[in-house]
Structures are given as C-alpha cells and as structure tokens.
C-alpha cells in the first residue's frame, strides 16, 4: 500500500503535532501556502493562504447535484474509488462504515466518495452500491462526475492521480482525507487499515473542536 503521496506533503507541512497554549493538539495543514498582505485597520497584515479543494461539479446516488459549495461549513472525509473494485475498495469502504457511524448524526460533516470509473458508475449502480453499504441519508455521498475532471481534482486532495492501466484496470489511491471547513486538508488515512481509521475518528473530533470549525451559535 502506497504512502498517499505523503511524501509531498510532509515537505509542506507546517506542524505534524503542534500544541496550542492550552495544551491541545493542532492538526497539520498540507499543501502549497504562500504569504499574503492586507490592509486590517489602516494597518498593513501579513497572513498566509493556503492549498485548498478545487471546484467541482458531480452528481450524488440520489441523482442531486453536488459541487464545492454543497460542503460550505462542512468537515468532511474524501476518498477515490470504483464500483467494481476487487481489491482495496471494500476494505477501504468497510472502514468507512466506523467514520460513518460515529457522525452520521453530525449536522455539519461528510463523507464524498468520488468514483473514478464514471462510464460505469451510473447514478443507479451508486445507490445499489450505497445500499448495500447500508448507506442512507445526507452525511454519505457517492459522487459521479466527469472522468478527466475528477482525475484532475485528485490532485488537490494532494493523492496520486488515478489511471488506467493497459488492461484497463483502474490504479488509484487508498487514502482517507481529512477536510476542514476552509477546504484544507488537514490529514491523511490508510483507508485500509483500521488502526489508521480509528485515527481519524478520533481527528475528526480535534478538529471539530478547533474555534474556526465550530458551528456558530
């Protein structure tokens, strides 16, 4: 199993396990960032940007239209895969079913599963896919979305780009990512190994407690 690319994102990592004043841990931002200045108060302010989601536009297994701005105010978990998948993609979805279950009561988090086999993966076959994951409701999204967009966007996400190889078997990722509500990615998850799954759950729940992801009263 394949380290996610981490190799790209530890160069731009900017704490692996920070600690705020009081103690608590901080979860890492990946990605490209670049200084910026502004005018705050007549006063000139340099803060920083950082790497986030691109746009998209896909369609759910519910048949609803699903872009970047359907996860505004969202934490949420993304993952690359296909129906018909014989390997990776059952444990990994499997494993999904824990994340699942311990927020799909949440209000302001998802799951978004992108299929990188599209031609396929018809709106019909993500809700059989779906059900028989015991997949219901609003929290998990199966999305289908043009193929060379999607491919593209995996990039973002800061994962190797799927592929086809010659006997056009599809080649892609395994990992779980971690999303903020400012479209950053703020971890990533071998989707296959529980050990790393039960990490995530439990970062999720640091990053629901960070003051810029709670839910405004």
Not at 197 to 212: G, R, T
Request: glycine share 6%; proline share 4%; hydrophobic share 35%.
């Amino acid at each position: 199993m394949r380290k996610l690319a981490l190799g790209l994102l530890v160069v731009t990592l900017w704490t692996a396990c920070k600690l705020n004043s009081n103690d608590k841990k901080v979860l890492p931002i990946y990605g490209n960032r670049k200084p910026i200045t502004k005018t705050v108060d007549g006063k000139s302010v340099t803060d920083t940007l950082y790497q986030t989601i691109s746009k998209f536009k896909t369609i759910n297994q519910y048949g609803d239209s699903i872009s970047n701005k359907s996860l505004d105010g969202n934490i949420y978990v993304a993952d690359f895969f296909f129906t018909t998948c014989p390997s990776i993609c059952p444990i990994m979805h499997r494993n999904m079913l824990s994340v699942y279950n311990a927020f799909k009561s949440t209000g302001d988090f998802k799951i978004i599963s992108y299929t990188i086999d599209p031609k396929h993966d018809s709106v019909p076959v993500l809700k059989k896919y779906a059900d028989k994951l015991g997949v219901t409701g609003k929290t998990w999204w199966f999305l289908q979305g043009k193929k060379d967009s999607i491919y593209k966007l995996s990039e973002s996400y800061l994962v190797r780009k799927p592929e086809e190889d010659a006997k056009q078997q599809f080649i892609h990722d395994g990992s779980f990512l971690l999303v903020d509500k400012q479209k950053r990615v703020r971890g990533a998850y071998d989707g296959t190994d529980p050990k790393q799954v039960e990490q995530l759950i439990a970062d999720i729940k640091e990053l629901q407690n960070e003051p810029d992801q709670v839910i405004a009263q």
